[in-house]
């Protein structure tokens, strides 16, 4: 199930981005971008109004956080944070459905994330889930001048790839 979390809500926003920090904290090389803020200044960078964070919860508790950024007109980021060996089913079910809504009911033309390779070790995780959402592999690796060790790579889906896959999978069940 996914729940919105809403900044207004300012005590649930504020314990569910607590515990996605938390599991931040624990899986630094991940997630360096976040533990290098402070927990309140994370949180106050996830009430931005073009981000939306949506909770996956499973058996009542918060699994996964997502988080999806409007970067610009159409154009969305996504990206997951969650504690180390969540079942990959049910980030992917959640991403699948995120994406649908993003392209059929949001108006999205480009989905985007991307993936950490720390000293040469990709995060596998999120590769899989980019590539089992659609996504396909952008431009040259790239580097933050504040993340030691690492470069990442971007991945990416636009509608008419989205659609296009729709339609091949409709026929193939025909």
Known sequence: MLKSFQPENAE?????????????SKRKRFYPHVVELSLDEFIESQRE?????????????????ITVWLMQDSVY?????????TKPGILLQSLLQIRRSLFETQGAQIIKTSYGIYRG?????????AEACGM??????????????????EY??????????????????Q
């Open 49 to 65: 109004p073009n981000k939306k964070q949506i909770g996956v919860i499973e058996g009542g508790q918060l699994r996964a956080l």
């Open 121 to 129: 070790h990709p995060n596998r995780g999120v590769k899989a889930l």
């Open 77 to 85: 980021d996504i990206h997951v944070i969650a504690p180390r060996k």
């Open 136 to 153: 396909a592999p952008v431009g040259d690796l790239f580097q933050f001048a504040d993340v030691l060790h690492a470069e990442f790579q």
């Open 156 to 173: 990416q889906i636009t509608k008419e790839q989205y659609v296009e896959a729709k339609t091949s999978h409709r026929k193939h069940e």
């Open 12 to 24: 649930e926003f504020a314990a569910a981005m607590t515990v996605a920090y938390a599991w931040a």
